[in-house]
């Protein structure tokens, strides 16, 4: 009977995850209708069989050709169907079992033990004593607003600053550093004294603001902390408030092990970095209170582990160096007039043209050190193109043909080999009868290590081929700065660790297509590399979008993984 009853509870599991997998990938995907209606994969017989569940109670709508989607609120009926009987379910077991019980204690001449006790439900992980604590600190981080819209990161640096003091830092050691002119954007800074005055300091960077989410948005809370299917969703659940807690959790550790570093050990929770045309911590921070970040170098967000679409690793990447971002105002005028009578050099038209010339237009094509290593290395797992990854970097002056299938092959491939400019934003004309007099373009540009913002431009204005429209930068011109050199002194604890936790994973140098604060420490001498050691999927997580998440396994090994890393930085000579 036991047995049957755990068999019975399994199977009911599994088909629950499947459930569960299949409706959050129409909602992902936005099918709720049947013009949205999504391709749904499911080639395992558990999934098929809930599928076919999930069409008979009208939950799912099939729209043809294997395309699917979600009546919501037919699904939120078949739940509430399923939950009532999953109760009745568990009421019969659990009167089952107290009969038995009884039964057994009124034959039973004296006790032989504690009674045993009924388990209905059991969490989805056995978590280590230590991993429990650091949840802890990763929830209250996550569901802590810090949204520039509605929330505090001087809220999130106060209450990280309290777990460090709770485990024996010093008022000295821990700061809340705020800009009196931004009350609630606080940066929180903390230091471990290093034995050896002489050498230079490590410094653990991450940021802890965070992107706006709206709930009404959202398929849960933004701001509450929810594990589900083996992962956590929330705003922040990945960018960056996973590398952020691991440096808390760190710093904490450390002080309880009693451990003192041969390196100065400083830590640096900030705010502003994905709203830095408003402020930004590590600007600020750089400007005013330069000691604080000062540093040998830094470990920072930028570079995660890949997985294939099964959660298989690929490889760990390891970022030295970014794109610079900036964005221009690209801007045509003319004296315009009367629609019925329309002047050749019309501005919407002349600003079409001009822009798609930048479209087609390819930068130079420039490998750096760390490309080349990044290129040379995919080369082993990317059987497809193997032969043009070896093609692109077996000389000196890379193969333009195999490039330019590359680039035609993957985006990103692209981004990485060149600076990239386009149009992404657009507003021209003032009424539907007349000749428009102005059009005014956002160019985004997203320039390599050791190009400069004169110089794109400048690119930019021979390509657009009219002296008629008028370029001008956007903002504070981001600091340009050549990337750091990835040398065996910070490449050898990462590989040494990562064979450790993912044996054959192999570690890839990368440049990263984005942008983090690590532009401005870079620009500041401090040499700045990306490394998480959290793995994520092939769909980027939601991160910057809807429905953020992080799978567990990710989290706990990424610290398993940074705190090796940190331990063996902090004693090298």
Not at 266 to 272: E, N
């Amino acid at each position: 009977m036991t047995t049957g009853t755990n068999s019975a509870a399994t199977m009911a599991a599994v088909r629950i995850r499947s459930e569960r997998r299949i409706v959050r990938t129409l909602r992902e995907a936005g099918a709720h209708a049947p013009d949205t209606a999504a391709a749904l994969p499911v080639g395992r017989l558990p999934a098929r069989g809930v599928l076919r569940t999930l069409v008979k109670r009208k939950a799912v709508v099939e729209a043809g050709e294997g395309r699917f989607w979600l009546d919501e609120a037919a699904y939120e009926e078949h739940r509430n169907l399923r939950r009532s009987r999953l109760f009745l379910s568990l009421f019969g077991i659990a009167a089952v079992v107290i009969i038995a019980a009884t039964v057994t204690i009124a034959k039973a001449d004296t006790p032989s033990g504690p009674a045993p006790v009924l388990t209905l439900t059991q969490s989805p992980a056995t978590l280590r004593p230590d991993q429990a604590v650091f949840r802890e600190t990763y929830k209250e981080l996550v569901e802590t607003d810090t949204s520039l819209s509605t929330g505090s990161c001087t809220l999130a640096a106060e209450r990280m600053a309290a777990r460090l003091t709770a485990a024996g830092y010093a008022a000295p050691d821990v700061e809340v550093v705020i800009d009196p002119t931004q009350p609630k954007l606080g940066n929180l800074i903390a230091t471990l004294p290093g034995s050896d005055a002489s050498a230079p300091a490590i410094l653990l960077l991450a940021h802890i603001d965070v992107v706006d989410a709206r709930r009404s948005d959202w398929q849960r809370d933004p701001f509450t902390l929810i594990e589900e299917d083996g992962f956590f969703y929330a705003r922040g659940a990945s960018d960056d408030k996973a590398q952020a807690s691991v440096w808390v959790d760190s710093f904490v550790r450390l002080k309880q092990e009693g451990f003192t570093p041969r390196r100065t050990l400083k830590l640096a929770l900030t705010c502003g970095e994905e709203t830095d045309d408003n402020w930004n911590g590590v600007s600020w921070l750089l400007a005013n209170r330069p000691e604080t970040l000062r540093a040998g170098f830094a470990l920072n967000e930028g570079a995660g582990g890949q997985l294939d679409a099964h959660a298989n690793r690929i490889a760990l990447n390891v970022q030295a160096g970014e794109k610079v971002y900036q964005d221009f105002t690209v801007e045509l005028t003319n004296p315009g007039g009367h629609s019925a009578r329309p002047r050749k050099d019309n501005a919407i038209a002349a600003m079409g043209e001009a822009l798609a010339r930048l479209t087609a237009h390819d930068f130079p094509l420039q490998l750096s050190g760390v490309t080349r290593a990044y290129f040379a290395a995919i080369a082993e797992s990317t059987p497809e193109y193997a032969a043009d990854l070896r093609a692109l970097t077996a000389t000196e002056t890379p193969d333009v043909d195999a490039a330019a299938r590359l680039a035609a092959a993957n985006p990103v491939w692209n981004a990485m080999m060149r600076t990239t400019c386009i149009p992404t934003l657009i507003e021209g004309g003032h009424a539907p009868n007349a000749q428009p007099q102005k059009v005014t373009v956002n160019v985004n540009c997203r320039i390599l290590p050791g190009n400069t913002i004169a110089d794109t431009q400048g690119e930019m204005a021979r390509v657009l081929a009219n002296d008629a429209i008028t370029i001008a930068t956007v903002g504070e011109p981001s600091p340009t700065a050549p990337a750091p050199t990835l040398g065996a002194d910070i490449l050898g604890p990462i590989q040494a660790a990562a064979a450790d936790l993912w044996p054959g994973v192999p570690v890839i140098p990368t440049l990263s297509t984005g942008a983090t604060d690590g532009r401005f420490t870079n620009a500041a001498g401090i040499a700045t590399y990306g490394v998480t050691g959290m793995f994520t999927d092939p769909d980027g997580n939601g991160v910057h979008g809807l429905n953020e998440r992080l799978r567990a396994r990710s989290l706990y090994e990424g610290r398993d993984f940074l705190f090796a890393i940190v331990r063996a930085y902090a004693m090298q000579e």
